[in-house]
């Protein structure tokens, strides 16, 4: 990578960290390209070299924290999960997004008109689901109704804590045996005791 690409790279960083520390003030309504160029001391024409609109850079950022989950949940085993690795990835999960109310939002709701992650942005969501539904399948769940159960459980218990108890652990409290439902559900048999 030579200077021009390096520079140009690092401007593009600063972008989107000048974006989420603005979505996280103000939430993901507020951006703009006028508040994201007085951040990074651009004028907002300026910003267009860098991301086409607006929704460009909500793509990049939705990009973004698609890369951090799949960084934060690869610790877990790829094959034959048992209850303890659904408990440990539920608490990974269930960690990242109240860690971050604004990335949870911008991955995992349709809160911003208009706007629709890229295909390619969209492709590493898909990535993730897939990896996820190929270990539940090694752990012999293989019914799709299972795997949109398993997302509708914690994100439910997600949307939850983030809405009613924030900074709390009221519904991360429920995780443990909300994972014991959806094991005895689905036939993962109880992890022996030592």
């Known amino acids: 990578m030579n200077s021009v690409e390096r520079r140009r790279l690092r401007a593009r960083e ?15 309504a507020a951006l703009s390209l006028r508040s994201v160029a007085a951040r990074v001391g651009m004028q907002a024409p300026s910003l267009y070299s860098y991301f086409g609109s607006k929704h460009a850079i909500y793509d990049a950022m939705f990009a973004q924290g698609q890369r951090e989950l799949k960084g934060h949940m690869a610790s877990l085993p790829e094959a034959g999960l048992t209850r303890e690795d659904f408990r440990a990835g539920a608490q990974a999960f269930f960690e990242f997004c ?4 604004v990335r949870y939002q911008l991955l995992f709701q349709r809160t911003i008109p208009g706007f629709e992650p890229s295909e390619e942005s969209y492709r590493l969501a898909e990535e993730i689901l897939s990896r996820f539904a190929g270990q539940m ?12 159960l398993w997302t509708a459980v914690l994100t439910g218990l997600t949307d939850q804590q983030i809405s009613n108890d924030p900074g709390g652990d009221r519904w991360g ?7 014991d439902l959806f094991c005895d559900h689905a036939g ?3 992890t022996p005791k030592e």
């Not at 000048?18 to 993901?28: K, P, S």
């Not at 409290?173 to 994972?179: F, K, W, Y």
């Open 14 to 28: 600063e972008i989107l960290e000048a974006a989420w520390q603005i979505c996280r003030a103000e939430g993901l």
């Open 98 to 101: 109240t860690s971050d109310p």
């Open 137 to 148: 399948a090694s752990a012999g769940i293989d019914d799709p109704r299972h795997v949109d």
């Open 173 to 179: 409290r429920l995780l443990d045996e909300t994972v």
């Open 188 to 190: 993962i048999p109880p």
